[in-house]
């Protein structure tokens, strides 16, 4: 996505339906991809076949001591994923692969997207959606211990 658009969208924090094409995986399963495009009809991209869907992307919000993390929202009309999502105990990864977009005149193209991918936590559901929180970087939660560092821990530094 383009950095003005981003740049827009977490200014505005405004929820976006863009038509971007994703994948969602388990970690421990990586050839089992589920994939979805926010579009009316399936669309194929690199051999792949992406299937219809409806989801919502809310940029992260912008808070005094940060950024929250950003969310998806996905259509679960028939709960297939909250099914998913009790049934496991292992996070789902997801990657935004693609945009659909037009050129001038009109006709329909889909851009591939730099990689962008997430872990999907903090599951949420209401009767026909399913919500998760989308972590770009786990590690940064991790509190690791320092080791101050002298001749003893590291003599090739004194």
Do not use: H
Not at 86 to 102: C, G, S
Not at 147 to 152: I, K, V
């Amino acid at each position: 996505m383009n950095p003005l658009v981003q740049s827009m969208l977490t200014q505005n924090n405004v929820p976006a339906s863009f038509p971007f094409l994703i994948e969602i995986w388990k970690p421990s399963d990586p050839t089992n991809i589920e994939r979805f495009v926010n579009a009316s009809e399936d669309k194929e991209f690199e051999g792949n076949t992406f299937t219809a869907s409806y989801f919502v992307v809310q940029p992260p919000e912008r808070t005094e001591t940060g950024f929250k993390d950003a969310t998806i929202t996905l259509s679960t009309i028939d709960q297939s994923w909250i099914v998913r999502t009790r049934t496991t105990q292992e996070r789902y990864k997801i990657r935004f692969v693609a945009v659909i977009d037009y050129d001038d005149d009109g006709t329909e193209y889909i851009e591939a997207l730099d990689d962008i991918s997430f872990s999907l936590t903090n599951a949420t559901w209401q009767e026909t959606t399913i919500q998760f929180s989308m972590k770009f970087d786990e590690r940064m939660n991790v509190n690791i211990p320092c080791q101050r560092l002298n001749q003893f821990v590291c003599p090739a530094l004194f």
